[in-house]
T-cell receptor, first 114, second 111 residues
Framework: DTEVTQTPKHLVMGMTNKKSLKCEQH?????MYWYKQKAKKPPELMFV???????INESVPSRFSPECPNSSLLNLHLHALQPEDSALYLC?????????????FGSGTRLTVV | TQLLEQSPQFLSIQEGENLTVYCNSS?????LQWYRQEPGEGPVLLVT?????EVKKLKRLTFQFGDARKDSSLHITAAQPGDTGLYLC???????????FGQGTELSVKP
């Protein structure tokens, strides 16, 4: 299995809703990432998990709450989002020493906040 | 602060033409990675270059890493409509697990 699977593919949520994005990989990768991508822009790093521990938080607002329950799963919990948070949310994974191997990205969750 | 400058940002060419995309930085990277992204999908890794001066070929795509490991280029020979997409360069450092993307080059190849 060489894929990163993200669910759901599309999500529409109101500003008072609570929802979660899910990401799963079975490649034995011990680093996992959340990126946010706006239309026609490059992905922007949000969070990095190494060995299931949060190692980097790029000053992301607390309405985004990541969780890594085990080495294969990564969640992003969403609460009280704003319309400007609408974007494609990408999950990725890599070997810990990823410099030589690159990342594997999922297809993303297209989030619309109304 | 944008660490990686990618150019051009938009490129529209005819099938069969050649093109080069550039990725420049003032930072030294442990590796430079190139990705291609289609609409509604995640980026797909094309190549990783690690050694200064390294050249890698992937069919009609040629990737080069600068001697000082601060810049990279992607050259496509005889472009085809299937090459259309967003091309992203990304720089990585040994520690921290961070991967930083350039602004991207949106390539359109017309038949």
């Amino acid at each position: 299995d060489t894929e990163v699977t993200q669910t759901p593919k599309h999500l529409v949520m109101g500003m008072t809703n609570k929802k979660s994005l899910k990401c799963e990989q079975h490649m034995g990768h011990r680093a996992m990432y959340w990126y946010k991508q706006k239309a026609k822009k490059p992905p922007e790093l949000m969070f990095v998990y190494s060995y299931e521990k949060l190692s980097i938080n790029e000053s992301v607002p607390s309405r985004f709450s990541p969780e890594c329950p085990n080495s294969s799963l990564l969640n992003l919990h969403l609460h009280a989002l704003q319309p400007e948070d609408s974007a494609l949310y990408l999950c990725a994974s890599s070997q810990i020493s990823q410099v030589n191997y690159g990342y594997t990205f999922g297809s993303g969750t297209r989030l619309t906040v109304v | 602060t944008q660490l990686l400058e990618q150019s051009p940002q938009f490129l529209s060419i005819q099938e069969g033409e050649n093109l080069t995309v550039y990725c420049n930085s003032s930072s030294v990277f442990s590796s430079l990675q190139w990705y291609r992204q289609e609409p509604g999908e995640g980026p797909v890794l094309l190549v990783t270059v690690v050694t200064g001066g390294e050249v890698k070929k992937l069919k009609r795509l040629t990737f080069q890493f600068g001697d000082a490991r601060k810049d990279s280029s992607l050259h496509i020979t005889a472009a085809q409509p299937g090459d259309t997409g967003l091309y992203l360069c990304a720089g990585a450092w040994n520690q921290g697990g961070k991967l930083i993307f350039g602004q991207g080059t949106e390539l359109s190849v017309k038949p």
